[in-house]
């Protein structure tokens, strides 16, 4: 088909185009957006269009799709009005009673749903340690465990998983293996290629990169009964994504490799200058080789540790929060992902279950020039 994707391409080149798709009718070189929630029908009574109505399907999100599969070398991609609607839509796709293995340290707003709610739907939870597969293994019970839901690198410690290692005990005990990349890319990062069969993105974050869509994806290396399962969910619940923060999303993601290389550069030299600094306990970033998932992660990330580290400061919580307070060009905010750097006290978020000491603050490398970002850290952690 003329326009269609070359596999001679890069996932940057075949991105930065959109997959080089033409609007037809139009010869448009950016696609439109498709509003209508309805469709006309043949005169037989088909659609052939393979459109009825917005709630289970919309020709934007399609083409959304096929770049989040193309970035993760997939079969198949969906997306959803939020990262969370994607994960919780994946966990409410499982059997009533199916044992689920979750890390002790991930995203808060997932792990909270899991341990407070996910009970009311049947799912048995269980947290490890999933930095160490010995704790994976031993958490496993073939037969009942169906799914193994890992970060990496996780909020806010950055810790590491090891997915090759996981996706093999998972698979041998019969489980399936989730991978929520939100924070490694699709750049970094192929769960996929390690062995892992579903990925999740919070689109919101780097996918889109400008802090002006919430969004999440799920992909899946093979279109079974659970993808189904899934597209069902997506359809009864409504969770689909908007038309218009689709085209955003499309638009985020022609720049998603040179935003998050750049990112990542930045981050790797932050984190290398503020190793030192005086006013620091510690500095929690995969590049550093002192760091516990170094080994593994300069494995399994091809090209770069991500743009996200967290610092621990020597005098407290309260210091934590009034370095926050004196940055400039870092802005006091939650999220991550975008082009601007954010600074933000993660214990203040996550609530009193957290695994998140008192003292850190997460940083978001954004692309911002980092002689600025690093003179601006400085600045807030000198000043008395
Ligand atoms: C933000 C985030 C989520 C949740 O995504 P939303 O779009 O806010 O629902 C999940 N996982 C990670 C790692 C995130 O950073």
Redesign the pocket.
Known sequence: MPGDPSPRFSPRSLAVQALGRIDEPSRALVPPIHLSTTYIRDPDNQYRSGNCYGRPDNPSVREAEAIIAMLEAAPAAMLFG????A?TALFLSLEPGAHVIVPEVM?W??RAWLVIDARAFGLLVEPVDASRPEAIAAALRPGATRLVWL?TPA?PLWTITDIAAVAALAHAAGALVAV?S??ATPVFTRPLALGADLVMH????YLNGHSDV???ALVTAREDDLWARVRRTRTVLGQILGPLETYLLIRGMRTLDLRVRAAAASAMELALRLSDHPALAAVLYPGLEGHPGHAVAARQMVGGFGGMLSIRLRAGAAAAIATAARTRLWKRAT??GGVESLIEHRASVEGPDSPCPSDLLRLSVGIEDVEDLSADIDQALRAP
């Not at 939020?82 to 609607?85: F, H, K, Q, V, W």
């Not at 919070?202 to 974050?205: H, Y």
């Open positions: 939020s990262g969370m609607s994960a995203y707003g997932l970060e909020n929520d939100t924070c919070a689109a919101t974050k919430v969004a999440g999220s991550l």
